[in-house]
């Protein structure tokens, strides 16, 4: 697999524009990045920055020495004639990732990872096509890995943490909607027992993890068809057709393009330094797997809820600093995991955007411990918190919440215990499941301002006396 990753930078690769996606097309272009002759690049040092961090984050060996080279290729969205990218000597090789399978851990090889730049965007309109070359020299990571995925489960696996992982460090956002994560496929089979791989075909570009998923399956069938047909299968390269849901031929191996690489005259080789290296390790976030481990440790969560907590840093901090205001750790999770992932996703928000804090979080669920509020009056105290920014004492105390005092429970009681004669009958003549009635009558009548487990031990009280 080839994933090309937009490199979160402010500025393009080897020019001063801006790196920005949706402005009016041709707005952040210069000479440099429009491929003017005589026009000079210059290495934008935050990308080395970055590439030394997905470096340590996937176990490559960070080449001291890397080098720039041209790749020379037409193409109207790239008006330089040659794409600056890293041939023979990329910043990264020789690294892995170990991922999580319901076999056990699998470790997948990344065969390398190197920097580039990315071409403009042709907009093919009814009578003419039109280039917009703002993101054309943006800085891109290609990172390629060996053939050692088997399955649509291993490429899942790889690509999710792959994700995962890049987002935490800070490298891209890998947002596939715009573009900043994309996906090159090889697929080939081989005979149960066979050794060498078999011919692959490439299939370009894909944007969203569930055309992945569709042309592996696609690929995988229409391959085995050729090859039990007794036919073979031809070496090239496709794209994917959402609509049709199938992959179609681009090109094949006969009219591959030779690239002539060769050494970019215009940049020196890129210098790294071990200090330089072990700077940025010890400025390097916690990265998932470790998060996942250490989360089930300290907090004696589930997998599930875990999993859920660090699938993006943002919530994990959340919960941590929730936790760290004195609430209980799985208290927190259900919060976050079922009441604030509902709200967000209400009111179309981000965790950033909501005003909510991890200590307002915190608070709430001590009011809950100590029972001053119940937790249906949390939840509606919870939804104002979120939409007003308030604490929930605040809350509490301008709304004039009170809970029910078990002197004001066993009145509510006996009342409703008045109201039903002929089942309270019943329960003295021993039919004592019909205790659940009496609650599910007392909470409704309560309107979730009594404590269940007062109300439940004040009606046992009652009922028995
Ligand atoms: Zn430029
Ligand atoms: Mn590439």
Redesign the pocket.
Known sequence: M?V?VQLQTHTKLFCRCLRKFGDAPNSHTCPVCLGMPGALPVLNEKVIELGIRLGLAFNFTINKHSEFARKNYFYPDSPKGYQI?QFEFPINENGYMDVELSGGTKRIGITRAHL?EDAGKLIHQKDKSVVDLNRCGTP?I?IVSEPHMCSVEDVRAYLDQLKQTIQYIDVSDCDMEKGNLRVDLNVSLRKIGETELGIRREVKNLNSFRFVEKAIKYEISKQAEILESGGEVVQSTLLWDEKQNRSYIIRTKEDAPDYRYFPDPDLPPVKITQQQIDKINSQMPELPLTKAKRFLVDYSLNSVDVERLISDQKTAQFFEDAVKYGAEPQKVANWILVHLTREIKELKQTLDEIQLTPKMLAELILLIDQGKITDVLARDIFKKMISNGQSASTIIKSDNISVASVDEIGDVISQTLLKFPKELERFKGGDVKLKGFFMGQLMRETRGKADPKVLNSKLDEILNS
């Open positions: 080839e090309h990218s580039e891109l290609e």
